[in-house]
């Protein structure tokens, strides 16, 4: 007489089924903890080269990069040469502007160039194919409260306040190592999203202390969804292309706090807040002067952060 096995119950089956599901649930973040992990040290790699070769530079130049070169050009473009990529830097045409550069410069993705937790595609079609950076330099704290205080500033064919030459190491008073030099920035993908967005204020802000304070309050307070709410601006504003120096794009300040929004003052580009950000969980990585590299909550309290901005105003501040 043939032996009758038994078959698998239905309580057993939905049992198995449900244990299946809790331990699928407790792995998938655990899986995601560790890829985002990965992506964060990737950054921050990417960020400490990027710092070591800005210090090159200034054993070889005797200063570090113009923040925006007289032409137009980033600091990223006077680092070619010293993040292995000589054959791209002999493109480079210093005798006239970012602008009307060749296209193939401007359309050449860097790999150190881009943080991997940014989603946003590598090129922006509404530029014709160029690609970006989520690195940009500190320049400041606001260029109407203090023009260019920061580690870069404007090389300007005509001077004006607080442009001039690339800064030398030994004008960083408050210590290389509590002044900011490279930071996360969100890069524009075409789209309206609130922190890969300049804004547009509705008008322009006058300077200092008063000034900043009522131009912080309106930029920081816009909605979740500004575009929604009647709000434009620039949606490829923040660190496309890379070749370029100027302020949202090659720049960033310490106006607001990482992770605000970023707002023209009016549509005045040199007084706006370009505001570090990114896509890391709870805050950014920031590279320093010295080389080091920090990462810094999105709670950072507000005169710490305006304090790492600078660079000789004796506000030394340890993140």
Same mark, same amino acid.
């Given at each position: 007489?043939?032996?009758?096995?038994?078959?698998?119950?239905?309580?057993?089956?939905?049992?198995?089924?449900?244990?299946?599901?809790?331990?699928? $649930?407790?792995?998938?973040?655990?899986?995601?903890?560790?890829?985002?992990?990965?992506?964060?040290?990737?950054?921050? %790699?990417?960020?400490?080269? !990027?710092?070591?070769?800005?210090?090159?530079?200034?054993?070889?130049?005797?200063?570090?990069?113009?923040?925006?070169?007289?032409?137009?050009?980033?600091?990223?473009?006077? @680092?070619? #040469?010293?993040?292995?990529?000589?054959?791209?830097?002999?493109?480079?045409? *210093?005798? !006239?502007?970012?602008?009307?550069?060749?296209?193939?410069?401007?359309?050449?993705?860097?790999?150190?160039? *881009?943080?991997?937790?940014?989603?946003?595609?590598?090129? @922006?079609?509404?530029?014709?194919?160029?690609? $970006?950076?989520?690195?940009?330099?500190?320049?400041?704290?606001?260029?109407?409260?203090?023009p260019f205080d920061g580690a870069f500033r404007y090389w300007d064919v005509a001077p004006k306040p607080g442009t001039g030459p690339p800064l030398r190491p030994s004008e960083f008073v408050d210590g290389l190592s509590n002044t900011s030099l490279f930071a996360d920035v969100p890069r524009s993908d075409g789209t309206y999203h609130?922190?890969?967005?300049?804004?547009?204020?509705?008008?322009?802000?006058? #300077?200092?202390?008063?000034?900043?304070?009522?131009?912080?309050?309106?930029?920081?307070?816009? #909605? %979740?969804?500004?575009?929604?709410?009647?709000?434009?601006?620039?949606?490829?504003?923040?660190?496309?292309?890379? %070749?370029? $120096? %100027?302020?949202?794009?090659?720049?960033? &300040?310490? &106006?607001?706090? #990482?992770?605000?929004?970023?707002?023209?003052?009016?549509?005045?580009?040199?007084?706006?807040?370009?505001?570090?950000?990114?896509?890391?969980?709870?805050? !950014?990585?920031?590279?320093?002067?010295?080389?080091?590299?920090?990462?810094?909550?999105?709670?950072?309290?507000?005169?710490?952060?305006?304090? @790492? $901005?600078?660079?000789?105003?004796?506000?030394?501040?340890?993140?």
């Open positions: 007489m043939r032996a009758i096995r038994p078959g698998i119950a239905m309580v057993e089956l939905m049992v198995s089924l449900f244990v299946v599901a809790i331990l699928v $649930g407790l792995l998938l973040p655990a899986v995601q903890f560790a890829r985002e992990t990965a992506r964060k040290t990737q950054c921050r %790699s990417n960020l400490r080269q !990027i710092a070591l070769a800005t210090h090159e530079y200034s054993v070889a130049q005797g200063a570090f990069p113009p923040g925006c070169a007289p032409n137009g050009y980033s600091a990223l473009v006077a @680092l070619l #040469p010293y993040l292995d990529h000589e054959s791209l830097f002999a493109r480079v045409d *210093y005798s !006239i502007g970012e602008d009307d550069g060749p296209t193939e410069l401007r359309t050449v993705r860097v790999p150190v160039f *881009y943080c991997p937790s940014d989603g946003a595609p590598t090129h @922006l079609p509404q530029l014709q194919s160029v690609a $970006g950076t989520n690195y940009a330099g500190n320049c400041g704290v606001w260029h109407l409260l203090r609130r922190l890969r967005m300049v804004w547009n204020l509705p008008f322009a802000f006058g #300077p200092g202390l008063a000034g900043l304070a009522s131009f912080r309050e309106m930029c920081g307070g816009l #909605p %979740s969804d500004p575009k929604y709410s009647g709000w434009s601006g620039s949606p490829i504003g923040r660190g496309v292309p890379w %070749s370029n $120096g %100027s302020i949202t794009l090659g720049l960033y &300040t310490h &106006t607001l706090v #990482p992770n605000a929004p970023s707002c023209y003052n009016g549509t005045a580009v040199r007084s706006a807040a370009a505001t570090a950000g990114g896509f890391h969980s709870r805050g !950014i990585n920031a590279a320093f002067a010295d080389g080091h590299v920090d990462f810094l909550s999105n709670g950072i309290d507000l005169e710490t952060w305006m304090a @790492l $901005g600078t660079r000789d105003q004796g506000d030394v501040a340890h993140p």
